[in-house]
């Protein structure tokens, strides 16, 4: 940070944003944000420009939200598209005080790297209006993927990839993660891993048939605890024999997250990420006849009250870095949930909510507000973690002399009810109708550039761009154990 104390003369900024309270992940403090060349040129007070001002008096300035779990333009594990281009998902992500996202790129079976990369550039590049990269989904980890393709793609700075423990379209055996773990430890890159014991699920999901429960409601029975507690145990085993870092998406079980935390504090590399849904929504909201149900099919699926508090947990204790929407977006209609029929068993519908402009939004004004977390915490979990885990830190998600001029200002009293209405995004529901949330991003502001402002889209499309990542950071992560309890070198690392 660069406080200039007093600096009253007049400068040019391009934009200058004046008299609000800035945080960040460590800090709290009154500052004028002075900004040139799409870059954050000073912190101060009293600073005067020639340029625009905004004025941000009462205001939250905040770090961009930096979304680093969502599927746009994305083919789905039952290879479906997704509603939401990107376009409208970039749109609907800014809205929510959004500045990156990083969406998935995912490679179908016997599809080489370099053409999933051709194809996720030509979806993005013309249609983005906030800057974005991509994690890689890997279904096929053959020797030109493992030996030249994945090193191929890292050299683009694509440095993250998830893999996915279920779904057959897409899931990999415990060879394969080993495999893609190791060249991951090899190259700095981060594995992501949708941890469900796919036999569990289908066990269960056969004999729920058999018997005629065959409605979307049990999608939640279909996918116990214990399929997504064992996955997520078997995954960090690998991650520690392999000595490669881990981060488990979208955890929704308490056992869940101890194993992270177990692992971590005997030293491993192992993190965690949950999403709104599973703090706001739980199964009881699927309980209705027929297909309407489907609205609220995720996985994991939704769980309980009890489940949400330890979510809460374990985002206060540094168990989980990240709180990322999961958005996946299908529309209640015969293009997405409804796609096989009006009908759909809990088999047949498309997995995923969407929720990309009410992820910042519902945290704070359920966490931050509510003193869950503080605003700190807020900023942390919601956009510097994913800047440093994902290799754009400090570029992104911060706000100091020098940063991308990345911003989101705050309006912390303003409320509105949510409805669909109000979205962005290309679906017809939303499953947060009829929330009432305090406190919301009014202008979002990405490279220097306004993106929203009053309620209105003032970027063209095509103007987001593409990120090359560093290598992940996982230093001084929330969490991490001191140096001291480190474990001795893995027994990869003796192989070698
Ligand atoms: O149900 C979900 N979460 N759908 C999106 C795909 C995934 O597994 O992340
Ligand atoms: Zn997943
Ligand atoms: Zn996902």
Partial sequence: MNLAEGESKMTHFDLLIKGGTVATAVDTFAADIGINDGKISALGSDL???GRTINAEGKLVLPGGVESH??????????????????????????GGNTTMIPFASQKRGQSLYEVLDIYHERAASKSVIDYSYHLILSDPGESVLKKELPAV????????????????????????????????????????????????????RR??????????????????????????RAVQMAEFIDAPMLIVHVSTEKAARAISTARYS????????????????????????????????????????TQEAMWQALQNGTFQLISSDHAAYRYDETGKLNTGPNPTFKECANGVPGIELRMPLMYSEGVRKGRISLNQFVSLT????????????????????????????DPDLERRVSVEMLHDNMN???????????????????????IE????????????????????LTGMPGNVAPEFIPEKSFNARLR
């Fill in 429 to 451: 529901y939303t499953p947060y109708e009829g929330f009432i949330v305090k406190g919301w991003p009014t202008t979002v502001i990405n490279r220097g550039r306004v993106v």
């Fill in 267 to 306: 030293g491993s590399k192992i993190f965690g990420e949950t999403c709104p849904h599973y703090l706001f929504l739980t199964s009881e909201q699927m309980n209705m006849p027929g297909p309407e149900a489907a609205k609220f099919c995720c996985s994991p699926p939704l769980r309980d009250n009890k």
């Fill in 48 to 50: 005067q420009s020639t």
């Fill in 154 to 205: 890292f050299d683009q700075g694509i440095m993250s990839f998830k893999v996915f423990m279920t779904y057959d379209l897409v899931k990999l055996d415990d060879g394969q993660m080993l495999d893609v773990l190791d060249v991951a430890r090899e190259h700095g890159a981060l594995t992501m891993v949708h941890a469900e014991n796919s036999a569990l699920i289908n066990w269960v999901s």
């Fill in 208 to 233: 729920l048939l058999e018997r005629g429960y065959r409605d979307p409601k049990y999608h939640a029975v279909s996918h116990p605890r214990a399929a997504e507690v064992e996955a997520v145990q």
């Fill in 454 to 473: 009053d309620g209105t889209l003032k970027a063209a499309k095509g103007s987001g761009e593409f990120l090359k990542r560093k290598p992940c950071d």
């Fill in 70 to 95: 969502c599927h746009i333009a994305q083919e789905s594990s039952f290879g479906l598209m997704s509603a939401d281009d990107y376009e409208s998902g970039s749109v609907s992500a800014a809205f």
């Fill in 383 to 410: 956009s510097t973690n994913a800047a440093k885990m994902f290799g754009l830190h400090p570029r992104k998600g911060t706000i100091a002399v020098g940063t991308d001029a990345d911003i989101a200002i705050w």
